[in-house]
């Protein structure tokens, strides 16, 4: 239960247990702390960046640069212990999921997808995966930073025959007057080639006019559309927080599940009321936002982690 409560005692815990060359991951389905995976070869792989590690490469900070989107191949080869308590809480928790979607498309049943907001504040297994240093490391790199505050966590289920997802962008639907954001989206198993991973329109991040004058209502010719292909467990898609991204339906007879990570950089500010002119992800600020004032620069928040990335030394 202590764990369940405290996303900062659970990773607390898990680092303590990197320490000791061991890799914690968490079950949600109880109240207890389970031991999933003991492999010491795993946390030099995954959980931490070695001195002098990179967690991504100055070609692939191009790319994404100029581009706005990056897929990062098997920057989480061990994802799957995460992925079965992922799912599970999406399911558990799909009642708040169900009634959000009701609220923005009707009670039709005709979703784009069921979202599950913010698990990392209720469970130690999403805040261990949102705050592990190659996420936090290839976060800060993309955004040129050397640490970055954690915004918010999603599970994203989409159903099978559920809607295609609408084209939009992140920093569209915060409520951050902000250009340093970036989106880690994760499946949670494997995604086949042309099927439910995101479609990006390469360069929206760069186009001022588009958000300006059309908001997420693009020409079909106006940019270059791109995915990232057959996504396995273990594989990362980023994308800037302007970026316009969507997904099709699902026409597969399987559910699909992505986990989420949205960070920033500091100086970002709260937009004022009157520019909050999407209100779709209320419930992942609804709970902080009282805290600030608008034009505020969001400062230390117990809801607005700062995270850093930690490097190990792997031959001491």
């Known amino acids: 239960d202590e764990v369940q409560q405290s996303p900062r005692r659970a990773i607390i815990i898990m680092r303590a247990a990197l320490t000791k060359k061991r890799l914690w991951c968490f079950a949600t389905t109880t109240s207890s702390l389970f031991l999933l995976k003991d492999d010491d070869e795993a946390v030099e792989r995954y959980a931490s960046l070695a001195a002098g590690e990179r967690a991504i490469s100055e070609a692939e900070e191009v790319y994404f640069t100029r581009r706005g989107h990056l897929p990062t191949f098997g920057l989480l080869p061990e994802v799957e212990c995460f992925a079965d308590g992922l799912r599970s809480i999406a399911r558990e928790e799909d009642e708040a999921a169900v009634r959000h979607a009701e609220a923005m498309n009707g ?86 080639e042309d099927t439910t991973g995101l479609l990006y329109a390469e360069g929206s991040h760069r186009d001022v006019a588009v958000h300006f004058w059309s908001g997420n209502d693009i020409a079909d010719d106006r940019y270059v559309l791109a995915d990232h292909g057959a996504l396995a467990l273990g594989d990362v898609s980023w994308h800037h927080g302007w970026t316009l991204h969507s997904a099709a339906e699902n026409q597969a007879l399987q559910d699909r599940f992505a986990f989420t990570v949205s960070y920033f950089a500091d100086d970002a500010r709260l937009v004022p009321p009157e520019a909050r002119v999407n209100h779709e992800d209320f419930p992942s600020y609804e709970d902080w936002i009282d805290d600030f004032t608008p034009g505020d620069i969001i400062h230390d928040h117990p809801a607005l982690p700062t995270l850093a990335v930690r490097r190990i030394d792997h031959t001491s």
């Open 107 to 192: 009670d039709d049943s005709c979703f784009p997808f069921l979202q599950t907001f913010n698990p990392h504040r209720r469970h130690g297994l999403a805040y261990g995966l949102a705050s592990c240093d190659r996420l936090v490391g290839a976060a800060a790199a993309l955004l040129g930073v050397t640490e970055v505050r954690l915004y918010q966590t999603s599970i994203f289920w989409k159903r099978a025959g559920d809607v295609a997802t609408n084209w939009h962008s992140d920093l569209g639907t915060s409520v951050l007057d902000a250009n340093d954001f970036v989106t880690a989206w994760i499946p949670l198993q494997r995604v086949p």
